[in-house]
């Protein structure tokens, strides 16, 4: 009797387990920080952070072309140029309370007008993190940005750099100094 509770027990455990480790909440607040954002930039309001989910991309139930911030229909993308700023996007979802879940890397490229985003790979700091909320098996390459994260980011990396960085002082002369 005790070995059928047993075994019972221990089929009805693995029976949860799967569940408990395929949570997938709803992204609640995504956050970006980089060069000249103090303090980073937050996004919460939920009209805007549902259409931005982790847990989307190639080879998921949802297979969308368009979902996390990057356009996996356009595949690959070549290594932006080193010189442009680049940001960490951070996703936050409820599993049931709020939880850092997955990390990115953004930079926009103005004299294309076109984003990238970088999913870490193994020797990145954040890899280990993202992998254990979703593997996308193309982790360590750079992809194109989705048009509506560039419509969202970039306007408000703007206006968070221009409220913080310095305004030029005239010289001296220009003030009859």
Same mark, same amino acid.
């Given at each position: ?6 075994? %019972? ?18 992204? @609640? ?19 805007? @952070?549902?259409?931005?989910?982790? =847990?989307?991309?190639?080879?998921? $139930? &949802?297979?969308? $072309? ?12 070549e290594r ?5 700023? @680049?940001?960490? @996007? ?35 700091? &954040?890899? =280990?993190?993202?992998? $254990? ?6 982790e360590g390459? =750079?992809?194109?940005? %989705? &048009? ?30």
């Amino acid at each position: 009797m005790r070995t059928t509770r047993t075994i %019972w027990f221990s089929f009805r455990l693995l029976a949860c387990v799967p569940t408990l480790l395929l949570a997938k909440g709803e992204t @609640v607040r995504i956050t970006i920080q980089g060069p000249g954002l103090v303090p980073p930039i937050e996004v919460s309001d939920p009209s805007t @952070v549902k259409n931005f989910r982790v =847990w989307t991309g190639p080879g998921k $139930s &949802s297979n969308e $072309s368009q979902g996390l911030i990057i356009d996996w229909s356009r595949g690959f993308s070549e290594r932006p140029p080193r010189n442009l700023r @680049v940001y960490t @996007v951070s996703f936050y979802a409820n599993l049931p309370k709020e939880k850092l879940v997955y990390v990115v890397l953004y930079t926009y490229d103005g004299s294309t007008s076109e984003g990238f985003v970088y999913l870490p790979g193994k020797g990145d700091p &954040s890899y =280990w993190l993202n992998v $254990s909320s979703i593997l996308h098996g193309l982790e360590g390459h =750079w992809f194109h940005a %989705w &048009s509506a994260w560039d419509s969202v980011a970039r306007p408000l990396i703007k206006a968070a750099r221009q409220k913080h960085e310095p305004t030029s002082i005239p010289a001296a002369g220009a003030l009859g100094l």
